[in-house]
């Protein structure tokens, strides 16, 4: 109850500290106001294309995070039963976490059209993550309980049910929760550089070309809203799909 | 079922010799004692029949494919109900209720495993071994962290869900009734 009193006092003092360097600014072009930024928010949605522009963003990034999380679980299922697939892959994952996401974007506008661009960049800057951390996690499984299973012929599917997921679920909702953020602020970076078009990523660039402020945040607090409630749906969805009743 | 012939095996770790030149014969339906001190490879014997080990020299003829175990750490899911991990490897999830009422666990039987004391988790892990349907049982240290009196009731409860099967204990601990029906083994 204090912290959560704390952390409204917090956000309450940092919109009196931008309100208050909007007003010394004093110009709307350059910084709108929290106020004006709360009025444009209660308009927007009544732009024209607005859901067709949410649309387009959340199916991209939701899509190219799904990929990412599949196939970096598939891979580290093979690579923690075959070394050779793991030694292949570490290049590949040691540079897709070291190139800078500006760069990533810029390279793959060369191949890719800017309408799919945010798929591939969010499956990219997702899926080392994920694989490394379910690789680390099937390393780190128990093997007492691995040969317990081995010696009772339990069948693949309960020792995955029983045994080893609720192992992996500490570092898979890890991973997801981490990398649901990341997919957003990535994806976004990818559709500001490229452009398409009815992307959210496009109406942040053209706010910014016409120095509309309010836009600007506005459309920021709405990809914010998107990614929180992506990540806690994704996330508690994943719980659910990974709970094992004791009982059962 | 049939015999199990262990002839000549030998098995070391790091270059440490834990088993030298072993053979035995496990006849079909008997039940043995191995109660040598710590350290004399009883647990390696264990794993070897278990399938966990490859023996460096030697062989082993008539194993059956299926096999009872109690580790000597109890390996029991956690998270999961005593009833749960039971369920999980037993032949016949009707004589769950009763075996659990006969070593005093019935009433623990829908508590996570994590809940319970080390002595009710050596009894769980025995169930679950007891009730897997199996041509060979192999209990480590079956008798560890109990008292006298659970390590009465868990010896009877071994004698009578043997069903006539082959079975090796690995004990240090010892009790009159299977001392009196079971062959030693010295390895």
Redesign the interface.
């Known amino acids: 109850m204090r912290n959560n009193a704390e952390k409204l006092g917090a956000v309450l003092i940092a919109l009196l500290f931008w309100q208050l360097a909007a007003k010394h600014i004093d110009s709307s072009i350059l910084m709108a106001t929290p106020v004006e930024v709360l009025k444009r928010l209660t308009t927007i949605w009544r732009d024209d294309g607005f859901v067709e522009v949410i649309l387009f963003t959340l199916t991209r990034i939701s899509l190219g995070y799904l990929l990412a999380v599949a196939a970096g679980l598939l891979a580290a299922f093979a690579a923690n039963a075959y070394r050779a697939i793991e030694v292949l892959l570490s290049p590949w994952v040691a540079a897709f976490r070291a190139v800078p996401v500006a760069s990533m974007i810029v390279i793959l506008l060369i191949w890719v059209s800017a309408v799919n661009l945010s798929v591939i960049v969010a499956f990219l800057v997702v899926f080392p993550v994920v694989y490394t951390n379910m690789l680390a996690g099937l390393k780190a499984r128990s093997t007492?309980?691995w040969?317990?299973a081995?010696?009772?012929?339990?069948s693949r599917g309960?020792y995955l049910r029983?045994?080893l997921l609720?192992q992996l679920k500490p570092y898979m909702l890890s991973a997801c929760s981490v990398t649901a953020g990341m997919a957003w602020k990535a994806g976004v970076a990818a559709e500001v550089i490229g452009t398409p078009p009815r992307s959210v990523g496009k109406m942040i660039y053209q706010s910014k070309i016409w120095l509309n402020t309010a836009d600007l945040f506005a459309w920021t607090m709405i990809l914010v809203l998107l990614s929180v409630i992506f990540e806690k749906l994704f996330i508690t969805l994943l719980k659910m799909l990974l709970k094992?009743d004791?009982?059962? | 079922m049939s015999d199990i012939l262990i002839e000549n095996i030998n098995k070391s770790y790091d270059g440490k010799q834990v088993i030298n030149k072993l053979s035995l014969v496990l006849r079909e339906g008997q039940l043995y004692l191995l109660d040598s001190p710590s350290g004399t490879g009883k647990t390696t014997l264990l794993r070897i029949l278990m399938g966990l080990e490859v023996v460096d020299s030697g062989y082993l003829r008539g194993v059956p494919s299926r096999i009872s175990v109690m580790f000597q750490e109890d390996r029991l899911i956690e998270e999961l109900s005593v009833r749960k991990n039971i369920e999980l490897v037993a032949a016949d999830n009707s004589r769950i209720e009763e075996s659990l009422r006969e070593l005093g666990l019935y009433e623990y039987a829908d508590k996570a495993v994590k809940e319970l004391s080390g002595g009710m988790k050596r009894r769980t892990a025995l169930i679950r071994a007891m009730l897997h349907a199996s041509g060979l049982v192999l209990l480590d240290e079956p008798f560890t962290g109990l008292d006298q009196k659970t390590k009465e009731e868990a010896a009877g409860y071994i004698i009578r869900h043997l069903d006539g099967r082959t079975a090796v204990i690995a004990s240090h601990i010892g009790d009159e009734r299977i001392d009196a029906i079971a062959e030693h083994i010295d390895i």
């Open positions: 007492a309980l040969e317990m081995k010696v009772f012929t339990m309960k029983y045994v609720p094992v004791k009982q059962t």
